[in-house]
């Protein structure tokens, strides 16, 4: 027969004697004689508020916590180290929005002061993004541009030009798509380069564009990581480019349909630590891109033998 449970003497919590202060909902304190003030939020020490401010989105320190009060205003606007590393992917970009997003750019390479590290922008970057970041070439070691339709070749391969302490470089879904000249130019200016990524949202059909990224990335010869997503590059191409780039640790050349694997270049790829083929699964695949690629890819190939 179960021993009959009997319930836990109870726990009486006794309130500590003389006055205490308890702070109630909406940042109002409460003190031990139970009136009632305002917290002065501008009172928050500097290294607690950058701590807060460090925790925040880019866009979402420009459109708030510097409008508080004049506290964190300055503190948003004067401390270089909360913009070393910016970060604009992830927003909602359309006609209403772009232009302010822009301006959110601009102002957030100024407040870096020449000491900006990393630049990621959604639909962000443009020539004038371009020209601020100048003034951090000695330190930017990371930037992205994704879905940008103001950076063309000739001028990016200009600018990209001064950055020769890049790490890691992505261009993605931008419009035109094709950056030969700025490839050669990385190539040729960056020896720092780790990690590069070239991404289309669509397959060009285009035979007479096939490899025109190629010469550039052989010049890449310090890389870890080349990500190539619905590019030109042919069998012949990516053969050039694993005999130049042998320090390559991983390969994603999906979507890249004009690449025929077989066993040769099988063998060669099989080293890598990471490795996407042309026809692998895009399920974790992070940008936009267009799915009806692949189903004519592989019509083409069953029906010509290739794609």
């Keep these: 027969m179960a021993t009959p449970q009997h319930p836990p003497h109870p726990v009486i919590f006794s309130p500590p004697s003389g006055p205490s202060s308890g702070t109630l909902a909406g940042g109002v304190q409460e003190d031990g004689r139970g009136s009632r003030k305002a917290r ?43 913009w070393r590393r910016i970060d604009f992917r992830h927003q909602r970009v359309d006609d209403s929005t772009r232009w302010s997003l822009r301006l959110m750019a601009y ?47 000739r001028r990016l391969s200009g ?23 700025t490839c050669i130019v990385v190539g040729n200016s960056c020896p720092r380069l780790k990690s590069f990524r070239l991404s289309s ?30 590019q030109t590059v042919s069998t012949g191409g990516l053969a050039y480019i694993l005999d130049s780039c042998v320090q390559l640790e991983s390969l994603d050349i999906r979507h890249c349909f004009n690449i025929e694997m077989g066993d040769d270049m099988m063998a060669r790829c099989s080293r890598f630590e990471t490795l996407r083929l042309p026809f692998d699964s895009t399920d974790d695949y992070d940008l936009e891109f267009c799915a009806q690629d692949m189903n004519r890819a592989v019509y083409y190939r069953h029906r010509f033998g290739g794609a």
């Design 40 to 82: 002065d939020w501008a009172e928050l020490p500097r290294d607690a508020l950058l701590l807060v401010l460090e925790k925040l989105h880019h866009v979402d320190v420009l459109r708030g916590p510097e409008l508080v009060c004049r506290t964190w205003h300055r503190a948003a606007r004067d401390e270089p180290a909360l």
């Design 107 to 153: 102002a957030a390479v100024r407040r870096s002061r020449g000491r900006c590290e990393a630049f990621w922008g959604d639909g962000t970057i443009d020539e004038r993004v371009m020209s601020l970041l100048e003034d951090s070439a000695l330190w930017l070691k990371s930037l992205r541009i994704i879905s940008c339709e103001r950076i063309a070749d």
């Design 159 to 181: 600018d990209i030009a001064r950055f020769h302490m890049v790490e890691q470089l992505e261009i993605s879904n931008c419009y035109p798509g094709n950056f030969s000249r």
């Design 201 to 230: 949202p669509s397959f060009r059909w285009i035979k007479h564009e096939v490899d025109s990224e190629v010469e550039g990335i052989t010049r890449m010869r310090g890389l870890r990581s080349l990500q190539l997503f619905a």
